[in-house]
């Protein structure tokens, strides 16, 4: 399973707006230009989100964006699922070994237990460095 750009900098959006949670919203700009990205390319990036209730905009002079919900209550999984779609590491075939389709479906429900235990508040908490630092298993 491969994170396509989409995923990865929807999830910067996202830890973005969490670390700004409950302050004013933040623009678009504002985030590219923190994380040296292309405001364009997000702009494409949010509208999935906003689609699916995970932001809200708000327009204005000092607009931007916000989350629709705590960052506790919005995990990993929910942004890649609505940026990258299903989680599968493989295509399931009817074809596939027994052993094999087993090893696959293991796979994936692994990964979606880190992705959907993750939350946007543990990430936006994260710092390099940090003893008490959120760990990640796999």
């Given at each position: 399973?491969?994170?396509?750009?989409?995923?990865r900098?929807?999830?910067?959006?996202?830890?973005?707006?969490a670390?700004?949670?409950?302050?004013?919203?933040?623009?678009?700009?504002s985030?590219a230009?923190?994380?040296?990205?292309?405001?364009?390319y997000?702009?494409?990036?949010v509208?999935?989100?906003?689609?699916?209730?995970?932001?809200k905009?708000?327009?204005?002079a000092?607009?931007?964006y916000?989350?629709?919900?705590?960052?506790?209550?919005?995990?990993?999984?929910?942004?890649?699922?609505?940026?990258?779609?299903?989680?599968?590491?493989?295509e399931?075939?009817?074809?596939e070994?027994p052993a094999k389709?087993?090893l696959?479906?293991?796979?994936?429900?692994?990964?979606?237990?880190?992705?959907?235990?993750?939350?946007?508040?543990?990430?936006?908490?994260?710092?390099?460095?940090?003893?008490?630092?959120?760990?990640?298993?796999?």
């Amino acid at each position: 399973m491969k994170i396509s750009t989409k995923g990865r900098y929807g999830l910067t959006i996202m830890i973005e707006l969490a670390t700004k949670y409950g302050d004013r919203p933040i623009s678009l700009r504002s985030i590219a230009k923190a994380n040296n990205l292309s405001e364009h390319y997000l702009e494409q990036l949010v509208t999935p989100l906003r689609n699916a209730g995970l932001v809200k905009s708000i327009r204005g002079a000092y607009g931007g964006y916000v989350l629709a919900e705590h960052p506790a209550k919005i995990t990993a999984g929910d942004i890649l699922r609505v940026l990258e779609g299903p989680l599968t590491p493989v295509e399931e075939l009817e074809e596939e070994e027994p052993a094999k389709r087993e090893l696959w479906i293991r796979i994936r429900d692994a990964v979606e237990e880190v992705l959907d235990s993750t939350t946007l508040e543990d990430l936006a908490k994260y710092s390099d460095g940090d003893e008490g630092a959120y760990m990640f298993y796999i």
